[in-house]
Structure formats: C-alpha cells, structure tokens
C-alpha cells in the first residue's frame, strides 16, 4: 500500500483552455506517490445545451438537471472531458484510468429530495468503494473521476465536483494519509481580494471563525472552507486551495 | 484465473432500441462465468451530429471522422451509451466497468494511413493489454468497451466494434478459453435469406469457400465470416454469430 494519496480537483477554469489543460495535465503526471484526479465539466456542456436548444432551466440561481441536460453532461463530463484527460494523462506518462461512479460501482449517489426545489438528476455523494479505489491504486493506476454518479438502480446523477473530491478524498484516507488541492483560479484564500500576494497560509477550525466574521472568507468561498474544514475533521490530512498553474507548489492556503 | 471468458459484441440494432437494450442487460449479467461486452454507438452519433450540424462526410461510403465528429463519437460512445449501458448492468447485478482504450492504456491503436483516403481519427488496434484484462477479471469486473481507442500519444480514435470485439477477444484468449458472440439482427447466417428457420449451424474453414462461392454468404456477412475465421484460427476458441433476442440460446451461426 501507498505511503500517501493526493487528490486534485480541476474546474472549468482548467478544462476550458487547451494550453492550460496541456500543463496541468504534465505537472499532475509528474506529481510523485499515489494519485486521484477530480474535474468538473467547464463551459462545454452548457454550449452543447444551447446548441441542442435544450431549455435551460434555473431555479435560485442554479440549473435544474432535466433528462436532456443529464445526458449532456454525461456526454460532455464522463465522455468527451473524461476521455481527453485520460488520453492526455496516458501522453504524459501517467496511467489514468476514467471512471464514472457506475464504473465498478465506485461512487454510489443519492438523488437529492424534490422538496422544497426539485433538481432533477442531481445527486449526493452516498458511498465511495475504499476498497476498489485501493485496489486500483495498487495496481500502478491513477482514476479520473467526472462528476458523474449513479444511484445503484440504473440512474446516472449529475454531482456537485468539489463534494465528489471531498468524499473521494475521505475514501482515500482510509488507506493512507490523504491531502486534497482544490485547483482555483487565484493563489489561495486572500487576505486582500485585490492582492493576488496577500495569500493566508494556514486556515483551522479555530482560526476561521473571525476570518468568516470580517468578511475575508465570504460568497462562494464560505461552503469551500466549511467543507475543507469537515474533511479534515473526518480524516484527510489537509485541504489546500491553490492555483491550478502551481500545482507542484508548496503555495495555497492549507486547512489542516 | 477464470475457466472460460464470453466476449459479447452489441450493435445499433440492440442500442438503439430501450426495451431490447433493457432485455439484453438482463441476459447478459445473468451469463455465467467471466465476461466482456464491446458496443457499438448506434443512430445516437449520427443524430447528434446532424442537431449540431456538422457536415457529415462520406467517402466510398464510409464516414469521415473529422475533429467535431471524434468529439461526437466520444460523447456518444464513450460518454452517454458507454455510462448508460454500465449503470443498467450494475441495476441487473452486473458489476460492468466502462473502458476506452485510453483507460488504463488497455487497448491502443494505430491511426489509419492518409493514403489513398484519409479517413481522419479512425484507428485500428494495435495491442490490447490482456493482463490489465486478466487483472479487472479477476477482481470479478466486467469490462464494457465503446469502439474509442487511443494513440498512447493524446489523440482518441474511432475504431470499428467488431474488430474491437474480435482483438479483446484475442487477448481474453491468452487467459482463458475463450468464445466470441456476434450479436446480430437475424438469427445467424441463413441458408435462405427469407427464412429465419433456416440457420446454419456451423461454419469452418473447410465449409466456408462452398458457401461464399454460391453467394449464401455475400456482402456485409463476408468481412465478419472471414473475420471470425482469422480470430479462431489465432486462438479465439470460437465465434458465434446469434440473434441479440437470443443471447442465452444456443442457437445460432458457430465459427471454428
């Protein structure tokens, strides 16, 4: 068995622009140990959407995932981005292996209620199989997980890529200490928004509080650093928020 | 190690069609023993391909496989039937893992020469890993594969299911004996091509030339005949061509 795991998380960000995928693809191939790969889906399947005329629908602010936008995404996710990460990772060296959560049934899903908002085909990480991904793991093997789930009865389920990095990553730990990297699109968490400089180091359970209280920590980043902080809590080493162009840094903001 | 291997190969006929698609699963997970399914896409590719526009190019009536139509063919086969297909063997108890050749490096393929036509990203195998095969086999999954092959070097190529089916089945060989099955939409190669119950029951190197010389096998059967002879003739144990209603059965056209 490994002496340790690291898991990446990629967003659309990454996958959107050729060059930058092409790198990060190389560096992530380089990193050294056991590894997992994580991404979302990017822009593409909202175009694909749009070019389909596939009526989108938003219900606070978030898409409702319809039978038509659930077989594109899990055309575009667990097919076209899956497979090309995949190939690209195989070039560099490093032997991917794509697995959507039906494949193996690694990654089981629960649809979410459809009270009080029904979302359609969109899940909730249920169970991660500890053992195949170790299995997997030993085998030399580097899995590449889309975003896409399954419910176990024949439903594939649209998740959300940052939970799937989380549970994959608690899965993971239970094998051998574990760190996950969210790859964002700035340096870390920043004292100053304005200051791509001003990167804080070091998040804990008891250090975020006040940083949430003052509005350093806020929007979109206070459900990143919860869940980080629930991660850690549960089992995997850290939780770094870092720039996908550094990935091979020792730079971000680490929650331990 | 497994004491025998069944290698299945779907076509449009079966994927384009639910409730058959449906009842096939169910037979298919409930084959005893080992076993690999290799799929066609179906109409799928084609009607997305229209919706979005692309221009279909055909030469000496085959399709060219141009950028926006690899992207395509990974979506549909890859992505959407590859996913569906393994979700609804998993519903069925089946414990099914999708695979491009790209995924673990498992099947690679050598791009078709531009000359005399340039057919774009289509591909023919080149080398299949069978012990990666023999290694998912033993940990009792069952190996889906879409006709998406890969290089090794970045670029996904499209490859034609039979012989997929027929090269998986060749490396399945090295493992375990192991038999081939052609699903058809008739019940096998018929004597009288207007009557179903006419089926004959085995064909054999010795048998065959009589049958290609009076025109019982003719047209698209020729390529799949003399391609099942090459298969067992390198160590397939044998090749059966049976209706897709009939999996179970054993009923059918049996090559050795």
Chains 1, 2 share one sequence.
Do not use: W
């Not at 039978?67 to 995404?73: A, E, I, P």
């Not at 199989?129 to 389920?157: E, W």
């Not at 340096?187 to 928004?193: F, K, W």
């Amino acid at each position: 068995m490994t002496e340790r795991i690291t898991v990446v998380k990629i967003g659309g960000n990454v996958i959107d622009d050729a060059a930058a995928l092409k790198r990060f693809l190389g560096e992530f191939a380089a990193l050294p140990g056991a590894k997992i790969l994580v991404h979302g889906g990017g822009k593409l399947a909202t175009r694909l959407a749009e070019r389909l005329e596939l009526e989108v629908r938003m219900v606070e602010g978030r898409r409702i995932t319809d039978k038509g936008m659930l077989d594109v995404v899990t055309m575009v996710y667990a097919g076209l981005v899956n497979k090309q990460i995949v190939a690209g990772l195989q070039a560099a060296g490093c032997n991917a292996i794509g697995l959507s959560g039906a494949d193996g049934n690694i990654v089981t899903a629960r649809r979410r209620a459809p009270e009080p908002v029904d979302f359609g085909f969109v899940g909730d990480i249920e169970r991660v199989d500890h053992k195949l991904l170790g299995r997997l793991l030993d085998a030399g093997l580097v899995p590449v997980f889309p975003a896409i789930m399954h419910d176990g009865r024949g439903t594939l389920l649209n998740c959300n890529a940052d939970s799937v990095a989380s549970a994959v990553a608690l899965g993971a730990a239970r094998l051998a200490p574990t760190d996950l990297i969210y790859c964002f699109e700035k340096r870390g968490v920043l004292r100053d928004a304005e200051d791509e400089g001003s990167v804080i180091r070091e998040i804990t359970a008891a250090t975020y509080p006040p940083l949430k209280a003052d509005g350093t920590v806020s929007k979109g980043m206070i459900p990143k650093i919860e869940n980080a902080l629930r991660a850690v809590e549960k089992g995997v080493r850290s939780v770094t928020i870092r720039s996908a162009e550094r990935l091979a840094d020792d730079s971000g903001t680490t929650i331990r």
